[in-house]
């Protein structure tokens, strides 16, 4: 079993920073990958950025490419999720999700676990 909690949300302006962070429980978190996922008022819960179990293997969506960076400490149990030159359309509610297995995935339907988000809001 494993129990994800994110922080780090919050109001910032266009152009601005923010990191967050998923925390986890279990002591097999380190065998998981871990993705964020986002889902804006009225859309679908889209993929945002994947890291695989070792913190080898990253994947981001086009749309967050050079502009996001995740990254995991194991000794922590955490994952960090570094947002830079934030835009309005980043604005949502972000989730991170845990996924047993070696692969990276994007698809939520294969993550077994998640948090309960974090809103992030970027103003114009």
């Known amino acids: 079993q494993v129990q994800l909690v994110e922080s780090g949300g919050g109001l910032v302006q266009a152009g601005g920073s923010l990191r967050l962070s998923c925390a986890a429980s279990?002591?097999?978190?380190?065998?998981?990958?871990v993705g964020w996922f986002r889902q804006a008022p009225g859309k679908e819960r889209e993929f945002v950025v994947g890291i695989n179990w070792s913190g080898g293997s990253t994947y981001y969506a086009d749309s967050v490419k050079g502009r996001f960076t995740i990254s995991r400490d194991s000794a922590k149990n955490t994952v960090y999720l570094q947002m830079n030159s934030l835009k309005p359309e980043d604005t949502a509610v972000y989730y991170c999700?845990?996924?047993?297995?070696?692969?990276?995935?994007?698809?939520?339907?294969?993550?077994?676990?998640w948090g309960q988000g974090t809103q992030v809001t970027v103003s114009s």
């Open positions: 279990g002591r097999t978190f380190s065998t998981y990958g």
């Open positions: 999700a845990a996924a047993s297995g070696l692969r990276l995935y994007t698809a939520s339907y294969l993550y077994d676990y």
